[in-house]
C-alpha cells in the first residue's frame, strides 16, 4: 500500500510539473499584448513600453518562468495586470463562490442519483426502473444552460422567488447567500445526477449478479441488506470516478451557467483573464486547477484503497 | 426498502421548501440598480482606456475642470469659470472652493497642477495622452486660480479636459484609485465585489447639488439573455446599454419599462487597409462604397437600431454634412468600377471580424453584399486581443469592421501610420487649420470639408452610427439618452415617488 502511495504521489507531482511547463509555453505563443488591450487604441508607443516595463514583460522567458514557480511554491502568486491586485485574493474571493456552488452541487446530484440509480437496479424491469431511467435520460440530454434559463423564467420571471441572477456574497448573511445559489446549484446537479443514476444503476446491476452477493443472501442477509452492505459497496468504484470527474469540472467547467445567472466564479475569471491577457492570473488559475484535477484523482485513488481491500495488498503491486 | 426511499424523498423535498424565502426586492426610493455588460479592469479613467471604468465614475465619483453632459456641451466642473487669452494659448480657470476629496483631503490649485502633469508626463500610462500633448506648462496663481500654457492654439480643448481621463485627482491618492477610488464627485465608491457589482454611496460633503440618489449599485451581467431576465424579474433597475437589440420590441409593448434609442459618438465603418493591394486604387474603394447598403446592415445586424453615415462624424453634431449620398448603393456601378481597375471579375480578400455583435452579424451581411459584386470575403474572427496585435498593431488585414467610439476622433485620419493608413495631405492640412481655429463658425466650415474629403476618398466603408439602447423602470428618469462621453452620470437620475 506504501508502495502504491508513494508512486501514485511522484506521477502527482511530476504531472504538475509538467503541465506548469506546458501553460507557461502556450501562453507564450498566444498572440496579444497584455499592454495594448490595457491602453486600447489611442495609447502611443512609449506609454505602452513604459506600461510593459511596469508589468515585467521585459524580463527573458526563463527568468520570468523560474519566478513564476518560485513564487506559486511561496504563496505568491503575483499581481493582475488588469486589476492591479494580488491573483491570490482574486482566486480566494471566486473561490468562495465557486467551491460552495461545487459542493452544493455535487452534494444535491449524489443524493439524488445514488438512491434513485439503486432503487432503479433493485426494481430491474419495473415501473419505478423504467420512470427513473426516463428521467434519467432526459436528464442526459437537456443541456444545463437550458434548463437554467427555464429555472429563471419559472422561478424568477414568473414567481419571483429567487433573484435571476448574481451572488449576494457571504457578507449579506448565509440565507441571502445560500439563496442566489439554489437555482445555479440545481441546473448543474440535475444533469450531473441523471449520468450518476445511470452509471450507479449498470453498477448495482452488475454486482447483484455476483457470486457473494448470493452467498450474502444464502447466509441469511435480507435482500436490503445484500444489497446496500455487499452489492451498493461493490458498485462504489465506477460511482466514485465518474464523481471525481464531476467534481473537477464543477470547479472551473461552469462558465456557461456562471453566465446564465452572471455569478463571479472562477470559471468567468479565467474566462475574461484569457480575453484580456491578464497573463498572471490565466497561469495562476489553469495551473490551481490542473493541481485540482491531480489531487482529485489522488483522493479517488485513496477511496479505491478503502473501497477494496484487495487493493491495499502490497503483493498485488 | 421502498419506505425508506419514499421517507427519502419527502426529506429531500422539504429541506429544498425551507430553503425558498419570498424574495424582498430592494426597493428604494434613492438606490438605483444598473445593469452593465462590462466589468471595468479597474477603477482609474486616467490609467487605461476602457470604457466601462468611465460607466462607473465619470461625474459620479470623479470630476474634471470641466465635463461634457448628455448634448455633449461643455459644463463648468471644478472650475467654476475660465478665461481665454485672445490668442487662445492661454486658459485661465477659476475653480470652486470648498472641495474636498472623499478622503478628506483638500482640493485645490496644486491638485490641478500634478494631475495634468502627471497625465503628460514622460511616464504616464494616460491611455488619452495625446489629449495633453498641447499643453506647454500648468502653474497655480494662489489656491484656486490655475493658468493652463499650450504649445498650439487647440480649439477644443475645453472639451477634452472634460474627458474621464483628464479628472483630477488628489496625489495622495492616485496610486491607488485603481481599487480604491478617491475623487470629488457626488458618489463615493464604497465596494467592489469583483465579477459581481460595483456598490457607490453618498457624498455627504459634496461641494455641489446633492443628486436625489443616495447611493447606486452596477450589476455586471455580461450575457445578453441574462440582462433580459434581470431587467424583466426587476433585479436590476436599468440598462443604459442594453445589449440585446433583439430584444427591444418585447420591452417596448411592457408597460413597466421605458425604451430609449439615442446616439453615440461610434462610428461604425468597414476599416480597409489603404496601402494594401488593391484597396490602394481609389476605384477599388469607391466600388466598395457602392457595393454596400447601410440600412440592409442596420436592419440585419442591429436590428434597425442605427443611422447611416457617410464619413466619418457622428450625425448628431452640430457641424455633420449629410454625405450618405456620395456613392449610392449601385452594384452595376460598383461592378463597372471594379472592371476600371483591373478586375472585372472580382478579387478575393479577408474580413477580420472582433466580437462584438454588430461586426460579426455585420460582416456576414457584408459579405453577402460585396460578392454579388465579385469581391469574396473569407470571414476571419478575431478576438480583441488578436485584433489589437494583427490589424491594429500590424496592420496585417484586408478589411475589419470596428466601432470608433473616441468622440470628435476625425484626426486619427492624419496619423499616417494609423491602422488604415491613410494618407492624404490635403487633409491633413484642413485639421491643421481647425486646430487653430476658435471660431466656432469657421470651425464648423472646416469640419465639413474634412468630411467630405473622407466620403470622397472612400477611405473607409462608412456603414452606421452605433446606437445607444437604453431599457429602464418607467419610474426612473433622469438617465443619458444619448452617450458623447461613455458614462452613466447619475447625478441627475431619481425616481418619481
Known amino acids: 500500500m506504501t508502495i502504491f502511495l508513494v508512486k501514485r504521489f511522484f506521477a502527482l507531482l511530476i504531472t504538475l510539473l509538467v503541465a506548469s511547463l506546458i501553460i507557461f509555453l502556450l501562453l507564450e505563443i498566444l498572440p496579444g499584448d497584455p499592454a495594448s488591450i490595457i491602453l486600447g487604441v489611442g495609447a502611443q508607443e512609449d506609454t505602452l513600453t513604459a506600461l510593459r516595463a511596469e508589468m515585467g514583460l521585459n524580463l527573458s522567458a526563463p527568468e520570468r518562468y523560474f519566478r513564476w514557480i518560485a513564487g506559486v511554491l511561496t504563496g505568491d502568486f503575483g499581481r493582475s495586470y488588469t486589476y492591479d491586485t494580488p491573483v491570490s485574493s482574486l482566486i480566494l474571493e471566486r473561490l468562495s463562490l465557486s467551491l460552495p456552488l461545487a459542493f452544493l452541487a455535487i452534494s444535491l446530484s449524489t443524493l439524488l442519483a445514488i438512491p434513485f440509480g439503486v432503487l432503479a437496479a433493485a426494481n430491474h424491469k419495473h415501473f419505478s426502473d423504467t420512470g427513473i431511467m426516463g428521467f434519467a435520460q432526459l436528464g442526459v440530454a437537456v443541456p444545463n444552460f437550458w434548463f437554467a434559463i427555464l429555472l429563471i423564467l419559472f422561478f424568477s420571471v414568473k414567481l419571483g422567488w429567487f433573484s435571476a441572477g448574481g451572488f449576494a456574497g457571504w457578507e449579506m448573511g448565509l440565507g441571502a447567500a445560500l439563496k442566489s445559489l439554489v437555482l445555479p446549484a440545481v441546473s448543474l446537479a440535475l444533469p450531473q445526477a441523471a449520468i450518476l443514476a445511470r452509471v450507479t444503476r449498470s453498477a448495482v446491476l452488475e454486482t447483484v449478479r455476483e457470486d457473494f452477493v448470493r452467498t450474502a443472501r444464502a447466509k441469511g442477509l435480507s435482500r436490503n441488506s445484500a444489497l446496500w452492505r455487499h452489492a451498493v459497496r461493490n458498485a462504489l468504484i465506477p460511482v466514485v470516478t465518474i464523481l471525481g470527474l464531476q467534481l473537477s469540472f464543477l470547479l472551473a467547467g461552469t462558465i456557461i451557467i456562471e453566465n446564465v445567472f452572471y455569478l463571479p466564479g472562477l470559471g468567468r475569471l479565467l474566462f475574461q483573464a484569457i480575453a484580456q491577457r491578464d497573463l498572471v492570473v490565466v497561469k495562476n488559475i489553469v495551473i490551481l486547477l490542473a493541481a485540482t484535477v491531480v489531487v482529485v484523482n489522488f483522493l479517488v485513488d485513496m477511496f479505491y484503497l478503502a473501497l477494496d481491500p484487495r487493493l491495499r495488498d502490497d503483493t498485488h503491486e | ?497
Not at chain 2, 470630476?63 to 487669452?85: C, F, H, Y
Not at chain 2, 424579474?233 to 430584444?247: C, L, Q, Y
Not at chain 2, 419610474?475 to 425616481?495: F, H, I, K, R, Y
Open chain 2, 1 to 497: 426498502m421502498k419506505s425508506t426511499i419514499r421517507r427519502y424523498v419527502k426529506l429531500l423535498l422539504i429541506s429544498g421548501s425551507t430553503l425558498i424565502f419570498s424574495g424582498a426586492a430592494f426597493a428604494g426610493e434613492s438606490h438605483l440598480t444598473m445593469g452593465t455588460v462590462l466589468e471595468p479592469p479597474h477603477l482609474d479613467p486616467t490609467a487605461g482606456a476602457a470604457a466601462a471604468i468611465d460607466e462607473v465614475v465619470y461625474a459620479n465619483v470623479f470630476e474634471g475642470l470641466t465635463r461634457i453632459n448628455q448634448n455633449a456641451e461643455v459644463l463648468p466642473a471644478l472650475a467654476k469659470s475660465w478665461d481665454i487669452s485672445a490668442d487662445g494659448l492661454t486658459y485661465t480657470f477659476h475653480l470652486q472652493n470648498g472641495v474636498i476629496f472623499h478622503d478628506g483631503a483638500t482640493f485645490d490649485s496644486s491638485d490641478v497642477v500634478f494631475s495634468l502633469e502627471r497625465a503628460a508626463a514622460e511616464n504616464s500610462t494616460n491611455a488619452q495622452k495625446a489629449l495633453f500633448a498641447p499643453i506647454a506648462s500648468v502653474k497655480a496663481q494662489g489656491p484656486s486660480t490655475v493658468v493652463v500654457a499650450l504649445k498650439t492654439p487647440k480649439g477644443n480643448f475645453l472639451f477634452n479636459m472634460g474627458w474621464g481621463d483628464a479628472v483630477i485627482v488628489d496625489p495622495l491618492s492616485a496610486g491607488s484609485n485603481k481599487s480604491k477610488p478617491i475623487g470629488t464627485g457626488p458618489f463615493t465608491f464604497k465596494r467592489w465585489v469583483r465579477g459581481d457589482r460595483i456598490e457607490l454611496g453618498q457624498n455627504a460633503n459634496y461641494w455641489g447639488v446633492k443628486p436625489a440618489l443616495k447611493s447606486a449599485t452596477f450589476k455586471i451581467i455580461p450575457d445578453p439573455a441574462a440582462a433580459v431576465a434581470a431587467l424583466m424579474a426587476g433585479d436590476v433597475d436599468a440598462f443604459a446599454n442594453f445589449p440585446a437589440p433583439e430584444m427591444a420590441a418585447q420591452f417596448q409593448s411592457d408597460s413597466r419599462f421605458i425604451v430609449k434609442v439615442g446616439s453615440t459618438e461610434g462610428e461604425t465603418i468597414l476599416s480597409t487597409n489603404n496601402l494594401q493591394k488593391p484597396f490602394d486604387d481609389l476605384r477599388v474603394r469607391q466600388a466598395i462604397a457602392h457595393a454596400l447598403n447601410s440600412q440592409e446592415i442596420i436592419d440585419g445586424a442591429m436590428f434597425g437600431f442605427g443611422t447611416p453615415i457617410g464619413t466619418h462624424f457622428a450625425p448628431h453634431h452640430a457641424a455633420y454634412v449629410d454625405l450618405t449620398g456620395t456613392y449610392p448603393h449601385d452594384p452595376q456601378k460598383a461592378r463597372q468600377l471594379l472592371a476600371d481597375a483591373g478586375f472585372p471579375g472580382g478579387f478575393k480578400a479577408t474580413l477580420k471580424l472582433p466580437p462584438p455583435s454588430y461586426a460579426r452579424r455585420g460582416g456576414e451581411i457584408i459579405a453577402a453584399q460585396l460578392s454579388k459584386v465579385g469581391i469574396k470575403l473569407e470571414i476571419i474572427p478575431v478576438e480583441w486581443a488578436q485584433w489589437l496585435d494583427q490589424i491594429f498593431k500590424n496592420k496585417d488585414f484586408d478589411l475589419t469592421i470596428v466601432s470608433h467610439t473616441e468622440p470628435m476622433d476625425i484626426g486619427i485620419y492624419t496619423r499616417p501610420t494609423y491602422y488604415f493608413q491613410y494618407r492624404n495631405p490635403g487633409f491633413n492640412a484642413v485639421i491643421k487649420s481647425l486646430n487653430v481655429t476658435s471660431n466656432p463658425k469657421r470651425r464648423y466650415a472646416l469640419m465639413g470639408a474634412a468630411q467630405a474629403i473622407l466620403a470622397k476618398d472612400a477611405v473607409n466603408g462608412f456603414l452606421f452610427q452605433l446606437a445607444k439602447l437604453g431599457i429602464w423602470n418607467k419610474n426612473v428618469s433622469g438617465l443619458w439618452e444619448n452617450s458623447p462621453v461613455q458614462a452613466n452620470d447619475l447625478t441627475g437620475v431619481s425616481w418619481k415617488n
